[in-house]
């Protein structure tokens, strides 16, 4: 293990009104009209925690999956931070699920409830990036990590990862259980992404060997 764990890492959430602004100039830049589409690759694949209007397998071209942040919050501690999921450019192409919103009264909702869960700290950005579908192309709110952050951790090797994500724990259970559902997920949607599923072995060798 090569990686230092970071110090004084505090969480950090942006003012209700920031977020806000943040969220209507990113629907003001839609270039799809009328529809929002949101690009799930991580949590959002399993627990979206909203009804679409509809969804299609997607395909982000020219980025990868990357466990590349530093979190103390639900899965981590600022004594033992752990690593979140994000999207960094290069590489890929990465296999997803596009959901469409509902253009009805839970639109409002829906979008205050994205924009909580994911964007109030400031370690993602939300461009609209290309996603190819078997219907064509689609423009999705893509969640891609914010290099500048000082959360980001940049990319760190599978082994450091893996002694990371094995021992941080936080209010919603250990890091390395968001990988496994990760994996189940790849799994029910038929996507092939080895280097995770490599990760995951690498974490639950390491977590048996601890037992």
Known sequence: MTVELPKELKPFNFPDEVRRANMA???SRNPNGDDIWIFGYGSLMWDPRFEPA???IATLNDHRRSFCFWTTRGRGSPERPGLGLGIVPGGGPI???AF???NDHTLEEVLEALWVREMSSGVYHAPWLPLETE?????GVVYVANEAHQNFAGELSLEDKAWVMSGAKGPNGWCYEYLSAMVKAYERLGFDDPEHVELHDRIHAIVRKQA
């Open 25 to 27: 100039d990113t629907l």
């Open 54 to 56: 509809e969804k299609r």
């Open 95 to 97: 296999k997803g699920v």
């Open 100 to 102: 469409r919103l509902a």
């Open 135 to 139: 219907q064509g192309i689609v423009h």
